[in-house]
């Protein structure tokens, strides 16, 4: 069982708007700090935004900040993220990825997260 699914990808415009969701299973969502990634072709896997366990702090990377909102449902177990102005640069296959049930706080590195799922293109038009 795939513990991420991202959904919601798509084509967009430039300009336009576009709310990706991550649905969670088969570990302890609510105990679980939880990011968003992205790959654009060719480039190496960037941050893109993360919120801890509650949803009380959140961190964006400078290229999305005050563009892009990341929120979280506990009783749903649900992630999303949602993306607003979009320009051509967003293009990229997103991710959903969270940390395990010890780290509950947000970080940056790909590397404090224990789960991925297994991503959604996202295409902005110009």
């Known amino acids: 069982q795939v513990p991420l699914m991202e959904s919601g990808g798509g084509l967009v415009q430039a300009g336009g708007s576009r709310r990706l969701s991550c649905a969670a299973s088969g570990f302890t969502f609510s105990n679980s700090a939880m990011g968003w990634f992205r790959q654009a072709p060719g480039k190496e896997r960037e941050f893109v935004a993360s919120?801890?366990?509650?949803?009380?702090?959140?961190t964006y990377s400078e290229s999305v900040k005050g563009r892009f909102a990341i929120a979280r449902d506990n009783t749903k177990n649900t992630l999303s993220l949602q993306m607003n102005s979009l320009k051509s640069e967003d293009t990229a296959v997103y991710y959903c990825?969270?940390?395990?049930?010890?780290?509950?706080?947000?970080?940056?590195?790909?590397?404090?997260?224990?789960?991925w799922g297994q991503g959604t293109q996202v295409t902005v038009s110009s």
């Open positions: 919120i801890n366990w509650i949803g009380f702090t959140t």
């Open positions: 990825a969270a940390r395990s049930a010890y780290y509950t706080e947000v970080s940056q590195d790909e590397d404090g997260y224990d789960y």
